[in-house]
């Protein structure tokens, strides 16, 4: 890109001048405009990595829910196993007692 400075000539220090802050004024202009690209850019890309990041978010609720249902289902079956190992080790020890009397009837009967 080339630019024409309509700079009337003077001499010296103004000259100068002059053309430092038309070319700092293009320069800045320029950077204004490759930043304000690059932060729409950027903006565009966190927004696309948000978005990715909630599903993933989402996902891993979901995932932590159903865990939580399959605790609780499996502590409910551990609970109801252990009442009915109980209630076997209740029956086992009436048995054997009842056995243990009939054996003493059967010897001293």
Do not use: C, W
């Not at 630019?3 to 430092?20: D, Y």
């Not at 950077?31 to 696309?48: I, M, P, Q, V």
């Amino acid at each position: 890109m080339k630019f024409q400075l309509l700079i009337p000539e003077r001499k010296g220090i103004t000259n100068h001048l002059v053309a430092f802050l038309v070319i700092s004024l293009i320069n800045y202009s320029y950077f204004t405009s490759y930043h304000r690209n690059s932060l729409a850019e950027d903006k565009r890309r966190l927004e696309g990595r948000l978005s990715t990041l909630e599903e993933d978010l989402e996902e891993e609720q979901l995932n932590y829910e159903s865990a939580v249902e399959k605790a609780r289902k499996a502590r409910e079956q551990h609970d109801q196993l252990e009442a009915e190992t109980s209630q076997y080790q209740a029956n086992i020890f009436k048995l054997e007692t009842s056995k243990s009397q009939l054996e003493k009837q059967v010897m001293f009967g």
